[in-house]
Every structure is written in C-alpha cells, then in structure tokens.
C-alpha cells in the first residue's frame, strides 16, 4: 500500500484547528458587519493573467510562486490558484460592474490563498486570508477604517501586541523619479548586490527593496526613503492617513522600508506584525492602496483598498502568546463542544430508541450526542461525563410508561420526566445550570 501524505508545504486542520479557523471567520464575520463590510466569494482559481497582469510579472507572487494549473490539451486558457484574493475581487468588480453600486464598494471574504513557496514556519503553499476591500474611495480616511479595523480583528481574536507600521508609496506621478534613485543606488553598490538581484534590477528596482535575501538588510538601510521622493499630493495623501488613525487612536510606526511585494500598491502600504519582530515571514497581516489595479483588469480608473490577514500565522502567534490569551472566542469554541446531553440506554442494542430522542432533543436546539456503542450503560455514562456533557438521559424501563431518566451528570442527581417534556426540560435545566456556572 502507498503512504498517503497531504501536499508538501500543506496540513490539514484537524477538528481543534478547524475550529479555531471557523472561530476567526466568526469574529471576522461579525467585525465586518459592524462596518459594513459584505461579503464575497470568487473562485479560487482565476484566468492566470488576472494575477500576471494585476499583481505583476516581475513579482515573487507571479515569476516564482504562482501555483498553476497544467492546461487540458482541449483547453487554451491558462489557469493558476489564487496567490491572494484583490485580483479576483478586482476582476468581478469589473465583471459586474459594480461601479453603479453606491461607492465605494465594501467586500469582504475569507479563503484559502496557495502560494508555490518553499515550505517553512509560518509559510504554507496553501494558507488562508482574512480580506477586506473598499473599492471606490480615494481617501485617506477610508485607508484609515481599514487599518484600525484589521488592528480590531486581533484584538478580538485574541492576539496581544500587534504593531501597525505604515508607508506611502507613492503614485505615477513620484515613483518613477524615485525608482530612477533607487536604481542609481543599487547600481552603485556592485558586487554587494546578490546575482539574483541585480538581474530583476533592470524590470523593477522596487523588489530589492522587500527582497528575502539576508545579504539585502544592510544594502537595503542605506537605499533611499521614497517618503523623501513623495510628490506634494501623495505627501498630502499619507500625512492625512496618519491624522485620521491618531485621531483613531491606532499606533502606528512609520516604516520607510515597507513597499509590499505586489506592483498593483500606490500611495498607503501597511503591515501588521507582533510588536519586536520584524521580516516578511512573521508579517501577521498587510494591505495597501491599489488605485491602478481596477482600470488593470479593464475598468474605469477607480481608487480602491484593502488587506489580508494570515490566518494560520494569527493561529502561531496564539499558540506562542499561551492558550489563556486566547480570547473569548476561543473559549466559545470549547464550550460549544460539550454536549448539553448524551442519550444512553440501559439496552445496548436499542439504537433506535437513542437516535430517536437524541434527534428530538436537538429539533428543541439542544445539543445532544447518542451514544451508539453497543455497550453497558456504565461505559456509556462513563464516555458522557467525559465529554463533558451536562446531563445523561437514560432510556430503560421506565419508557414503556413513556417517561426516561434525567442525570444531572455533575450534581449526580436524577428524576424521571416524561419523553414528551424532555426537550424543555433539559432546556430549562441546562439555563439553570449556566445560570450557576456563571455565579
Ligand atoms: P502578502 O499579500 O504576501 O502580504 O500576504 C498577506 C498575509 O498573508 C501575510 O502577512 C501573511 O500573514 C499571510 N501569508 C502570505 N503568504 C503566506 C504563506 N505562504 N503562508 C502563510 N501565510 C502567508
């Protein structure tokens, strides 16, 4: 027999993780309702010159990591897994013209992402995004929603410490000139400068900049600050940004570095990460102003922003920050876990009769769990008090006068109730008993 493993760089998210995850897409859910945010789903898969042409060809995205699908012979359109989520989001903005919407457009959208990445810590060739999009609004305050709402999702997810550091990247009116320094400097630094770097210097000197080679950190310090290179409406443009989040109350650090690795980014470009670290693997979260990428993918020209949050390095840092700081949610998650009562019967072979009441108590909005092992009551009552479920309701003799026992599993009491009672009648105790686990 073959050893069948889950893809390289991929893992499965066993019913603790997956919980957690849905756990984030509740919070999330919840959050971007609050401001408005709807949600959104495209296919995971798009044309790949959605992401060739709106993410860039000279990007690590699309030259090293995008994840294509190998062509059908019967097929000519080239296929790849979605890197992130814009481009496709950009693409049905366009596709159904949401420009007549009320502007701008608030979506929202939660998803496997895949990367064709070499696997490390934190980097996964398929991990899931948190996504939030305005599209249709030039700012800056706007830019500022969307940063303090990404500040807020950690905070309800649980995660302490997270730092906002922001730039602005200018637009087609400042890069160019300040891409021309950029590639003077790096030209100047010579044989410093990694092979592999100087041959992308000549399509797009910016990507030095976010390079992942450790020989870049010092020739990057020195390069020089596109903040010293911003024309006056882009210098505008970011000092109001920074404005609204202090009148927000957001902190945040100013960080000349930080351009982000997709082309489709003018103006504000921000990170999320765990106060003290820093490099683009331990990133939490990113996003930036994209107001070329809409007349990209064959629209009007239209401003647009948004963000993606990784969820799995959300789950990583919550593992390193200990289970207590974990939030509300989390402990949520758990509670939900545990059965309000396990239906158990002193005949092991009456499957019927344990499937029949478990059903009615759940069509009451019970939880309830039927123990269907054929085995003594005493092993069944055992599996329920470790589940921690609150009651046991036991089927036995009593069921010929159409009556069961009720247990409460933690008091060690118990009384006989009427089947035809037994939704409310566990409903009503399971009130009391939260009523007594919360005083
Ligand atoms: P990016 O668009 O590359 O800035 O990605 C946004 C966020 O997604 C990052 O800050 C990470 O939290 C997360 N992310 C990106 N790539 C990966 C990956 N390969 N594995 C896990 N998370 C990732």
Known sequence: MP????????RDLLPEDAARFLDFARVARDLTDRYGYRPIETPVFEQAAVFERGIGE?????EKELFRIAPRTDEAEAWALRPEPTAGIARAYVQHGMKTWPQPVRL??????????????GRYRQFWQFDVEAIGDPGPAIDAEIIELGTRFYAEAGVAGVEVLVNSIGDAACRPRYLQALGRYYAGVGEALPAAERERLGRNALRLLDSKDPAMVPINAAAPRITDHLCDACSEHFAAVRAHLEALGVPHRVEASLVRGLDYYTRTAFEFYVAGRSGQQQALGGGGRYDGLIELMGGQPTPGIGFG???????????EQGSEASGAGARAVDAARRPDAVVVSADPADTVGRLQVATQLRASGLAARA?????????????????????????????ADGQVQLRDLKAGTQRLVALADLGREVGRAVKQHRHGDAG
């Open 58 to 62: 000279v990007t690590d995205v699309v």
């Open 3 to 10: 050893t069948f493993r889950a893809p390289r760089g991929t």
């Open 108 to 121: 929202t959208t939660i998803g496997p992402m895949f990367r064709y990445d070499r696997p490390q810590a």
């Open 371 to 399: 123990d269907l092992g054929a085995r003594k009551l005493g092993r069944q009552m055992e599996a329920a008090a470790r589940d921690g479920a609150h009651f046991a309701v036991i089927l036995g003799v009593e069921q």
């Open 309 to 319: 949050l990784g969820l799995d390095r959300v789950a990583l840092v919550l593992d």
